[in-house]
């Protein structure tokens, strides 16, 4: 029952953040071709913080909360640490460290344009947009077919 519950909330949380990291850079490629100090500044502004921490966020730290959560059980009740070394679970916990490292690239990036010095294009956010999907894709893949157990 723990297992399942967990399982459930922590694929829901990595909806939530995925979701997120997906839209942010859409709404910086957007802002990056407005006036800066202008009207849609602010509001977009105002967006990227609401995403960024109401959504992004909590949905992070739900998604590590129940993820250590489903390790633990994993390793303590149904597969034991072993797993932990297995090419599914070290793409898995790449894909991981990549996505909370994007995340933060992320918030680096709101706060540049909170200051007025954003310096990427709307060019590069479209192209770096679905960066976080592909991680997806890989970890998805790898967890589901257990890659090289």
């Known amino acids: 029952m723990d297992y399942d519950l967990f399982r459930g909330l922590h694929i829901i949380s990595v909806i939530a953040w995925m979701a997120g990291m997906m839209y942010l850079p859409r709404l910086f490629a957007y802002h990056a071709e407005v ?17 960024y921490r ?21 390793g303590s009740q149904r597969l034991g640490w072993a797993f932990l070394q297995t090419p599914w679970m070290i793409s898995k916990l790449a894909g991981i460290v990549f996505l909370t490292t994007w995340h933060h690239v992320l918030g680096a990036a709101r706060k540049k344009y909170v200051a ?13 947009n679905e960066l976080p999907f592909i991680a ?6 790898a967890v589901t077919t257990e890659f090289g157990s």
């Open 35 to 51: 006036t800066p100090g202008g009207e849609m500044d602010k509001t977009f502004q105002t967006m990227e913080l609401k995403l």
């Open 54 to 74: 109401i959504i992004m966020g909590p949905a992070m730290v739900a998604t590590w909360i129940f993820g250590l959560g489903l390790i633990y059980i994993d």
């Open 116 to 128: 007025g010095t954003n310096t990427r294009t709307a060019r590069f956010w479209k192209m770096t």
């Open 136 to 141: 997806a894709i890989i970890m998805v893949v």
